[in-house]
Nanobody
Framework: QVQLVESGGGLVQAGGSLRLSCAAS????????RGWFRQAPGKEREFVGA???????YYPDSVKGRFIISRDNAKNTVYLQMNSLKPEDTAVYYC????????????????WGQGTQVTVSS
């Protein structure tokens, strides 16, 4: 099994930046892809980025050009650098893992973290 722990959330003003981290532990073999999702109150879970085993990245149009996902395999950690934040980005952000990035893009996840709150004030 895999355990994922997010960190780095907090309160930031619009236009600011925030970097989220997700550390993985346990049996990570086969979990080559990592991704980030977010969920705001009353809204559906939204995909915000994924990175596969060869460091290819995937983003939805809503965050493309503002968010950057990266990973440090030696640390078993994936990052989400969020720039030019908007109030609409306010949500609980979750990291997830899967054996294939395509699954994450489709919203199919094998493991979830507990989430970290990101609040963007205007």
């Amino acid at each position: 099994q895999v355990q994922l722990v997010e960190s780095g959330g907090g309160l930031v003003q619009a236009g600011g930046s925030l970097r989220l981290s997700c550390a993985a532990s346990g049996r990570t073999f086969g979990t080559y892809a990592r991704g980030w999702f977010r969920q705001a109150p009353g809204k559906e879970r939204e995909f915000v980025g994924a990175i596969d085993w060869s460091d290819n990245t995937y983003y939805p149009d809503s965050v493309k050009g503002r968010f950057i996902i990266s990973r440090d395999n030696a640390k078993n950690t994936v990052y989400l650098q969020m720039n030019s934040l908007k109030p609409e980005d306010t949500a609980v952000y979750y990291c997830a893992s899967s054996g294939d990035a395509a699954r994450l893009v489709r919203g199919v996840t094998d493991y979830w973290g507990q989430g970290t709150q990101v609040t963007v004030s205007s």
